[in-house]
């Protein structure tokens, strides 16, 4: 055999051991996209998608003990389920991509959540600051999008009756912020409707939760077990808001912010 024969067998071999290098090397990227690292377990977008399906059943069951913990009168089991559900929806906004201020406004519910179980009169104000501060965060998530004026209308005289109504049995020290808390609230929960149904309702459940709420303040007779109705009207709320606002501001519907953007189809929170 010559050495020109020799050369050309050597670098057929030579080839075909990089043929099958690559051919091996050529599997590890496919693996990455489908989420797999390089020993093929999970990668980082797999991690996300379990934690993505795994974090709102355990919200789910977070608000359920809660909501047992408050049947059973069990003041140390709310006060143990209560401070995790916003933070459990909060992580499950940002491992499916959320705009920061719907995570801010999970948190900023948490701190009120949590300043609310305290039976103190300055807990309570701070509270209440800190869940007006994640209804700024709601109303600039919302934008400009479309509302109708007739349901607006409906806001606007639901909220005034309630805070005449309430105003004289509320402590006196607590009718104006009360009043400019429900203001607040009102209208996030009005252009929470401008997102699609599932923010719409979102918006509406805390209205009424916070409302419940205003009425227990002022003293007016409450249903059996009041805050099992708060924290499951409470607790529907953000949850509809949160998902309301992750699917119009997916890719395929980003968040409206403008005028021309498409239409769509009191106050003493849970203590």
């Known amino acids: 055999m010559s050495r020109a024969d020799r050369a050309g067998r050597v670098g057929e071999t030579d080839r075909a051991g990089r043929v099958g290098e690559t051919g091996r090397v050529g599997r590890v990227p496919a693996a990455r996209e489908a989420g797999g690292g390089r020993d093929g377990r999970p990668g980082r977008g797999g991690r996300r998608e379990r934690l993505a399906r795994l974090l709102p059943p355990l919200f789910a069951a977070a608000l359920t003990a809660d909501l047992l913990a408050l049947l059973a009168g069990s003041g140390t089991g709310h006060a143990v389920a ?7 929806l909060a992580a499950y906004a940002a491992v499916r991509g959320a705009p920061r201020a719907l995570v801010a ?8 959540d949590v300043f609310l179980l305290l039976d103190a009169e300055w807990a309570f104000l701070v509270g209440m ?4 501060a994640g209804h700024v965060c709601y109303l600039l998530l919302f934008g400009r999008a479309r509302t ?9 005289l639901a909220l005034a ?14 009718r104006v912020p009360v009043a400019g808390y429900s203001l607040l609230l009102t209208a996030m929960a009005y252009r929470a409707s401008g997102l699609g149904a599932a923010a719409g309702a979102g918006g509406a459940l805390f209205l009424l939760s916070d409302t419940l709420i205003a009425t227990g303040v002022a003293g007016w007779p409450q249903a ?11 607790g529907a709320a953000q949850y509809l808001l ?8 997916s890719p395929a519907r980003p968040l409206p912010t403008g005028p021309a953007a498409a239409p769509s189809r009191g106050a003493h929170p849970r203590s």
């Open 129 to 132: 600051g800190s869940f007006a």
């Open 242 to 249: 949160a998902t309301g606002v992750l699917t119009a501001s």
């Open 148 to 156: 109708s004026p007739l349901l607006g209308a409906g806001y606007g």
């Open 105 to 112: 406004a999970l948190i900023l519910g948490w701190g009120g």
């Open 161 to 174: 009756a309630v805070v005449v109504l309430l105003w004289p049995d509320l402590p006196a020290d607590l």
């Open 82 to 88: 209560k401070p995790l559900l916003m933070p459990l």
């Open 224 to 234: 059996p077990v009041p805050d099992f109705w708060i924290m499951l009207t409470y």
